[in-house]
């Protein structure tokens, strides 16, 4: 879809108005400018999704330009310059976002998610639980999930697991949380219970990456599943040959 007409049309709407009193100029108005700083704002979401982060900035500047500490422009701008790895700047509107709307479980999860991508790993984890504490949150199993690849960062592993673990008591369709305790279990030589999540995983992920290939050639192994093994080794080589875990795989052969 091309939002240059819807660009346009806004552009139209807001410069010309009227109402039943007679001609008013909206953009005078608080209720006319708090409607064309929404709808600026959402024209530039809209753009952020087609992947068009240069033409967002247009509408979320003039989103700003209206209302200067707008927490929902701030934070699709925040969302622009993480994209275009701009981290000081992406920092700075989540920043000023979370100023307006402190508490809120999104915003805080996707700062989070900034945090934990620029490897900011205990700045992240603090904002997760910020974001954890809201039990209406609807991406509250997702939060928790992403507790939990956190502290499997700052090496804490028995606390990766228990959150694991709450974000499949609320979801237990978690792709990436199934694969984790599997992986978690695995190691704990635990192997009836990583069978149960790596087969919950298997049943829900689209792709497999050489990581998960080679925990299920090991645990197909284990029970005995010869041609179930060979043919996860046969996916990893095709699929995954020049990686560590292939050469794992080779090894341990």
Same mark, same amino acid.
């Given at each position: 879809? %091309? !939002?240059?007409?819807?660009?346009?049309?806004?552009?139209?709407?807001?410069?010309?108005?009227?109402?039943?009193?007679?001609?008013?100029?909206?953009m005078?108005?608080? /209720?006319?400018?708090?409607?064309?700083r929404?709808?600026?704002?959402?024209?530039?979401?809209g753009?952020?999704?087609?992947?068009?982060?240069?033409?967002?900035?247009?509408?979320?500047?003039? *989103?700003?330009?209206?209302?200067?500490?707008?927490?929902?422009?701030?934070?699709?701008?925040?969302?622009?310059?993480?994209?275009?790895?701009?981290?000081?700047?992406?920092?700075?509107?989540?920043? /000023?976002?979370?100023?307006?709307?402190?508490?809120?479980?999104?915003?805080?999860? %996707?700062?989070?998610?900034?945090?934990?991508?620029?490897?900011?790993?205990?700045?992240?984890?603090?904002?997760?639980?910020? *974001?954890?504490?809201?039990? !209406?949150?609807?991406?509250?199993?997702?939060?928790?999930?992403?507790?939990?690849?956190?502290?499997?960062?700052?090496?804490?592993?028995?606390? *990766?697991?228990?959150?694991?673990?709450?974000?499949?008591? !609320? %979801?237990?369709?978690?792709?990436?949380?199934?694969?984790?305790?599997?992986?978690?279990?695995?190691?704990?030589?635990?192997?009836?219970?990583?069978?149960?999540?790596?087969?919950?995983?298997?049943?829900?992920?689209v792709?497999?990456d050489?990581?998960?290939?080679?925990?299920?050639?090991?645990? *197909?192994?284990?029970?005995?599943?010869?041609d %179930?093994?060979?043919?996860?080794?046969?996916? !990893?080589?095709?699929?995954?040959?020049?990686?560590?875990?292939?050469?794992?795989?080779?090894?341990?052969?």
């Amino acid at each position: 879809m %091309n !939002l240059r007409p819807a660009l346009l049309l806004l552009a139209a709407s807001l410069l010309t108005g009227c109402v039943t009193t007679g001609s008013v100029d909206p953009m005078k108005t608080d /209720k006319g400018r708090d409607e064309a700083r929404d709808a600026y704002t959402q024209l530039g979401i809209g753009y952020i999704r087609q992947g068009a982060t240069e033409r967002a900035k247009v509408p979320l500047k003039k *989103a700003l330009e209206l209302d200067p500490s707008d927490p929902d422009a701030h934070a699709a701008l925040a969302l622009v310059f993480q994209i275009e790895m701009e981290p000081a700047l992406a920092d700075e509107h989540y920043r /000023k976002a979370l100023a307006q709307r402190a508490g809120d479980p999104r915003l805080l999860n %996707n700062y989070g998610s900034f945090l934990y991508e620029q490897q900011r790993y205990q700045e992240a984890l603090e904002r997760y639980i910020e *974001a954890s504490q809201d039990t !209406l949150y609807p991406e509250r199993s997702r939060v928790f999930e992403n507790l939990g690849l956190t502290s499997l960062q700052l090496k804490q592993r028995e606390k *990766a697991k228990a959150y694991f673990q709450r974000s499949l008591r !609320l %979801n237990s369709r978690q792709p990436r949380a199934l694969m984790e305790m599997a992986q978690l279990s695995y190691e704990d030589k635990q192997y009836v219970p990583a069978r149960g999540y790596f087969e919950s995983y298997m049943a829900l992920a689209v792709e497999h990456d050489a990581r998960s290939l080679l925990l299920g050639v090991r645990l *197909a192994k284990i029970f005995e599943g010869r041609d %179930n093994a060979a043919s996860l080794g046969l996916q !990893l080589k095709r699929l995954y040959p020049g990686t560590p875990e292939y050469q794992q795989y080779l090894s341990e052969q």
